[in-house]
């Protein structure tokens, strides 16, 4: 159980909360928990789709962001985002188990996307203090220096809402992910 209450339908959150909820519909047919408990503040829930929808538009691939998201929330041990994102890897990111295992452990099976999901996780692991080496790492792997920023931003914007989702206790209403083996 959440730990305040989550409006239980878009006519139960904030009236300047329901046009954003509404188009948070739109775009994925439903309206998660995470969504509608963030909705308790209109201007958090603006600007948490503001970010979003902002770097959506960025360089980063939407599969490299899915995978950073996997290892951000495993290392934040976010039970919610785990399980959100574990569902959109597979059936939006077509990401095999494989893959979501190794995002998970902080890597890829895919080369390139291996040094983005590394330095994401350093980031997390580090609070943001990163060696040169793991820039130039991400560098050599073939990122720009947008796109490395934009793994900056990316990291930040799965740490807010792991943190929402963990302070908050928003109820899971995603498959829950399982647990990764020793």
């Known amino acids: 159980m959440s730990r305040i209450p989550t409006p239980a339908s878009v006519s139960d959150a904030p009236a300047a909360s ?8 739109k775009s ?15 201007a958090a829930l603006e600007g948490y789709l503001s970010l979003s929808g902002a770097l959506g538009k960025g360089k980063l691939d939407p599969v490299t962001r899915e995978r950073i998201a996997l290892a951000v929330a ?10 959100a ?30 040094a983005a999901v590394k330095f994401a996780a350093e980031i997390v692991r580090d609070r943001g203090r990163v060696s040169a080496a793991a820039i130039e790492d991400v560098k050599v792997a073939g990122y720009s220096d947008e796109e ?15 943190y929402v989702n963990e302070v908050l206790g928003t109820e899971v209403d995603f498959p829950e992910a399982s647990d990764l083996a020793a």
Request: proline fraction near 5%; charged fraction near 15%; hydrophobic fraction near 35%.
């Open 18 to 25: 329901q046009p954003l909820l509404d188009n948070v519909k």
């Open 28 to 42: 994925l047919g439903s309206v998660p928990n995470m969504f509608r408990i963030v909705s308790t503040s209109p």
């Open 74 to 83: 495993q290392l934040n041990g976010c039970s919610y985002c785990l399980a």
């Open 85 to 114: 994102h574990t569902y959109l890897g597979t059936n939006i990111a077509k990401l095999s188990p494989a893959e979501i295992e190794a995002n998970r452990r902080g890597g890829s099976t895919d080369a390139k996307a291996d």
């Open 148 to 162: 490395i920023v934009e793994i900056v931003l990316h990291v930040s914007l799965n740490t807010l809402t792991n």
